[in-house]
């Protein structure tokens, strides 16, 4: 049996930074991924904040546009456009991303093995065993350390004792033709997606992103959101392909164990009210490469010592993470004549204008937008007597 310093199981942004930073210190990490190649297309926009590009250098080869402002409709399409001077975003080919990530990790001397699908992880008296199969064949490996990075849906965490994603949303999305789409719209609107909010965000050329996270119908209100736009002539045909996915909206209870850390959507290290991932689970992986460094150099790896890595990331996230979630349940009560009304008010009152002119508002920190939102004395009619919630509460 071959045995690695490190095994991350998964290839996605969390799992090959990890890879990346843990090998760069000189140490033998063995990257698992279940898929035939790295990059595959699921359901994600590809939407990274700048503060998120900037302080990981991502390769600016994988930009596809720059985002400087968007436009957000109401149920019956009246429209807010928020714009700054400077990028806020920018768009990447999300399939390149993950490759350049993993191309960075594979330069720093982590190895790849694709095809490759992690059954079960057991322990043994010198560390932990993944049990793998491959065409058929199976295969167990060693390790010291692994990191399951699995992105959302595996059973991994919870065969391993650190529970289930408690609460979790699902993604339809599609490539489609357009005519002069320039900037990102959001939808709002419980008959268009029940619960949060579908996407039309622009590519290159004549490609952009349709698209939807549901609590429920997600096809059915893919379809119907994308005919809307070929009626309005948006969409210039009706051939396209939907992929799916899902989204933690709550942590695992636990996020490392004695010889084994979870980061990324994984973990459910994700923006609750958007759903992105991408920075918030590579500032997780940079913080559990530090972690199980640390544990190399004192050659301790149980629990106790592992478990700094879930007290450093929460500390960073958790009150993003509360937060966010319950905001993600209030708005899940309004119904469209009070998504109207809202939109009437932020129009009326100058709020979003207010909004993008404030420089301590982050496109990738929501907590204290949140909190400006609701705080807002025009705003305060609508929010009272909505039943509240827990940020943790069901």
């Known amino acids: ?201 622009p590519l290159v050329g004549n490609r952009a992103l349709a698209g939807l996270f549901s609590v429920s119908q997600q096809e059915q209100q893919l379809k119907q959101f994308i005919s809307k736009l070929v009626l309005e002539g948006r969409i210039t045909s009706d051939e396209y392909h939907i992929n799916y996915g899902g989204v933690p909206l709550k942590p695992l209870s636990r996020t490392s164990a004695e010889r084994v850390v979870v980061v990324g959507d994984a973990a459910g290290q994700v923006k609750p009210l958007t759903c992105g991932g991408i920075y918030y689970g590579l500032l997780c992986a940079e913080m559990a490469s530090n972690v199980i460094h640390k544990a190399f150099e004192k050659g301790d790896f149980s629990a106790n010592a592992l478990a700094e890595y879930e007290k450093r990331w929460q500390k960073l996230l958790s009150r993003e993470l509360k937060i966010g979630y319950w905001a993600y349940r209030l708005y899940g009560q309004f119904s469209d004549s009070i998504t109207e009304r809202l939109f009437d008010i932020i129009k009326s009152n100058g709020i979003d204008k207010d909004l993008a002119e404030d420089s301590s508002l982050s496109f990738d920190w929501h907590a204290d937008f949140i909190l400006a939102v609701l705080k807002h004395h025009a705003l305060k009619g609508i929010f009272l007597g909505m039943k509240s919630w827990s940020p943790w509460g069901r």
């Open 1 to 201: 049996m071959k045995s690695y310093d490190v095994a991350v199981v998964g290839s996605g942004p969390a799992g090959s930074f990890t890879a990346c930073q843990l090998a760069s210190r000189g140490y033998d990490v063995l990257v698992l991924e279940s898929r035939n190649s790295v990059g595959e297309k699921g359901c994600c926009t590809g939407i990274v904040g700048r503060e998120c590009f900037e302080r990981f250098s991502c390769d600016d080869k994988v930009v596809l546009r720059e985002a400087k402002s968007a436009r957000i409709f109401s149920p019956s399409g009246k429209s807010i456009r928020v714009e700054r001077d400077e990028v806020q975003a920018y768009i990447v080919d999300r399939p390149a991303f993950d490759r350049a990530m993993a191309q960075r990790a594979q330069k720093s001397g982590a190895c790849y093995s694709l095809g490759c699908l992690v059954k079960d992880v057991t322990y043994n008296a010198d560390g932990v065993i993944i049990h793998t199969e491959r065409g058929g064949c199976r295969e167990n490996i060693g390790a010291k350390v692994v990191v399951l990075a699995t992105g959302f849906g595996s059973g991994l965490p919870a065969r391993m004792g650190l529970g289930k994603v408690g609460d979790f949303v699902i993604g339809a999305q599609a490539e489609v033709r357009v005519d002069g789409l320039d900037e990102v719209e959001v939808y709002a609107g419980k008959k268009l997606a029940q619960g949060f909010f579908a996407w039309f965000v």
